[in-house]
């Protein structure tokens, strides 16, 4: 079973940046990637996909600050985010879906400060 765990999440400042890392314990290269978020006391949404051949997609309310992006050679997909809002304050977590079983990591908190 695949595993994942997220990195680079915590407190920033309105406006400022980080990078989440979503490191997986085999190879995905052939698998969409999803990113998700879940803010306190809401459901979890998407935020960004990314497929196997590299075509990417985000959530219109992340549109032209975030960026997902992968590193096949380290089982690693990247969530650039910039221009940070206290609105983008959630747990990010990275999913996949392999043999029909979804797999999820246990999140990293991002924390926008105003």
């Known amino acids: 079973q695949v595993q994942l765990v997220e990195s680079g999440g915590g407190l920033v400042q309105v406006g400022g940046s980080l990078r989440l890392s979503c490191a997986a314990s085999e190879s995905i290269r052939f698998n969409t990637i999803y990113w998700y978020r879940q803010a306190p006391g809401k459901q979890r949404d998407l935020v960004a996909t990314i497929t196997s051949g590299g075509s990417t997609a985000v959530v219109d309310s992340v549109k032209g600050r975030f960026t997902i992006s992968r590193d096949n050679a380290k089982n690693t997909v990247y969530l650039q985010m910039n221009s940070l809002k206290p609105e983008d304050t959630a747990v990010y977590y990275c999913?996949?879906?392999?043999?029909?079983?979804?797999?999820w990591g246990n999140g990293t908190p991002v924390t926008v400060s105003s």
């Open positions: 999913n996949l879906v392999q043999n029909f079983k979804a797999y």
